[in-house]
């Protein structure tokens, strides 16, 4: 159960888009199209953002999308707002029942 | 208003016990996966534990198994994760989510043990 990998940080200004990647291996986000995106406000609860690779939660701005190829997932949010500043986590069901996080990408709107 | 709210975290020595819990209401409780996720202060998420919606089945992360056991009450709309042999590195802010079986779609606040002598 090896945690998948993610930059420690990211920045953007108002309106640009930033993609945040998570990558895994051929066991977990290259074998299942089970990977998710949490976006999280230290102190608070975090928030599901996409699910199964590419789809999204109702409530949740279309600006934020989800892609996969090979053994990588990745996250874009375009028109960045300074509210989508925040830690994303990606995840994915690495087999025999398991699921592993990414070590988590720090977003810093600028 | 679907909520979850954890409790029973704490401080306790290395080797003891804690139970937590995770109070859920504004959804039918019985009917979805719940999971306990974690993280290490400073540090990022990390999968605990899952049970299905009727508690016949559960899953673990290597590093808890054997010494945590998720549990459920559909009848008060309450899940449990009963923590023995705790470590050091088992100190952080615990999670409940409910979700599908491979998806976390509502989280709690969260409650933080502590594991130190």
């Known amino acids: 159960q090896s945690a998948l990998t993610q930059p420690r940080s990211v920045s953007g200004s108002p309106g640009q888009s930033v993609t945040f990647s998570c990558t895994g291996s051929s066991s977990d986000v290259g074998n299942y199209n089970y990977v998710s995106w949490y976006q999280h406000h230290p102190g608070k609860a975090p928030k599901l953002m996409i699910y199964d690779v590419s789809e999204r939660p109702s409530g949740v701005p279309d600006r934020f999308s989800g892609s996969k190829s090979g053994n990588t997932a990745s996250l874009t949010i375009s028109g960045l707002q300074a509210e989508d500043e925040a830690d994303y986590y990606c995840c994915s069901y690495a087999g025999s029942y398991t699921l592993v996080f990414g070590g988590g990408t720090t977003l810093t709107v600028l | 208003e679907v909520q979850q709210v954890e409790s029973g975290g704490g401080l306790v020595q290395p080797g003891g016990s804690l139970r937590l819990s995770c109070a859920a209401s504004?959804?039918?409780?019985?009917?979805?996966?719940m999971h306990w996720v974690r993280q290490t202060p400073g540090k990022g998420l990390v999968w605990v534990s899952s049970?299905?919606?009727?508690?016949?089945?559960?899953r673990y992360a290597d590093s808890v198994k054997g010494r945590f056991t998720i549990s459920r009450d559909n009848a008060k709309n309450t899940l449990y994760l009963q923590m023995n042999s705790l470590r050091a590195e088992d100190t952080a802010v615990y999670f409940c989510?409910?979700?599908?079986?491979?998806?976390?779609?509502?989280w709690g606040q969260g409650t933080l043990v502590t594991v130190s002598s």
């Open positions: 049970i299905n919606s009727d508690g016949r089945s559960t």
């Open positions: 504004g959804f039918t409780f019985s009917t979805y996966w």
């Open positions: 989510a409910r979700g599908g079986s491979v998806v976390f779609q509502d």
